[in-house]
């Protein structure tokens, strides 16, 4: 489940013990296994043991690294984001995902509508009409701080559209939508979004970069039901993203479709 924390027996110290000697046991094995050679002290003038085992070490660097990124792969398919993976491996939020980047991306899905989330715990459905793929990953991970939600994202208003208007989908509880974008844009979407009879009671937040006075006042001008500026630093990014989705699916009354 996402966000469930494990528990080990054992605490860090003596974890790191228990893995330092299985790591150094199996170095040791494999190294006389490399070098043909019984179990004998090496003389003191001999590199060829030390050399072996430094080479032996080198490639279970390796092996971890790659086991390490299917683990946290697992656990992002599992639920987990990247405060629960980096914890778990004694880093942060940011450097689990500088080490492990587009654990949430998914290259072999429709490029234009994405499920990013899925098996939601509360009915909020989330449509999110952005192009960038780093940030709709940052979107997808603060979002799961906030508990499940179904993500959909698209990357451009066209491509909103087709999902609005296509039977079956369900109707957003939000839609967070970025300005600039390829085809049909933020701008030209919330005014559409705006005048249609069908959708113009979805709450829409625009989350964009530009800070530009006009922008802004057009943004209200369509209607938008707020204009936040997406902030530069990692941790007031998913602060603002977290606070959009108290307001507006946990304080705000929804329309009723």
Same mark, same amino acid.
């Given at each position: ?6 528990? @080990?027996?054992?605490? $860090?110290?003596?974890? =790191? +013990?228990?893995? &330092?000697? %299985?790591? *150094?046991?199996?170095?040791?094995? !494999?190294?006389?296994? @490399?070098?043909?050679? $019984?179990?004998?002290? =090496? +003389?003191?003038? &001999?590199? %060829?043991? *030390?050399?072996?085992?430094?080479? !032996?070490?080198?490639? @279970? ?12 792969? %697992?656990? *992002? ?181």
């Amino acid at each position: 489940m996402p966000g469930k924390n494990f528990h @080990l027996r054992a605490g $860090p110290q003596e974890t =790191a +013990a228990i893995a &330092d000697a %299985a790591v *150094a046991g199996l170095a040791q094995r !494999l190294a006389r296994q @490399l070098l043909q050679e $019984p179990a004998v002290p =090496a +003389a003191a003038d &001999d590199p %060829a043991p *030390a050399l072996a085992l430094l080479y !032996l070490l080198d490639h @279970l660097q390796h092996a971890t690294e790659r086991l390490q990124l299917d683990a946290a792969a %697992a656990a *992002a398919r599992a639920g987990a984001g990247y405060p629960q993976v980096g914890a778990a491996c004694g880093i942060s939020r940011q450097g689990a995902r500088r080490r492990w980047p587009g654990l949430f991306d998914h290259p072999d899905e429709k490029p234009t509508e994405r499920p990013m989330m899925t098996t939601p715990a509360r009915p909020f459905d989330v449509l999110l009409v952005e192009d960038d793929i780093a940030d709709a990953m940052l979107i997808q991970e603060a979002l799961s701080g906030r508990g499940a939600r179904n993500l959909v994202q698209v990357s451009d208003g066209v491509a909103a559209l087709e999902h609005l208007r296509r039977p079956g989908n369900p109707r957003p509880d939000l839609i967070v939508l970025d300005l600039n974008m390829p085809r049909m844009n933020g701008r030209d979407l919330l005014k559409v979004l705006k005048n249609d009879e069908d959708l113009h009671t979805i709450p829409v937040v625009v989350l964009s970069t530009s800070t530009a006075p006009d922008d802004v006042t057009d943004a209200y001008s369509s209607h938008a039901n707020a204009y936040v500026t997406k902030p530069v630093n990692l941790d007031e990014f998913e602060q603002a993203v977290q606070s959009i989705d108290a307001f507006y699916l946990d304080t705000a009354a929804r329309p009723r479709p």
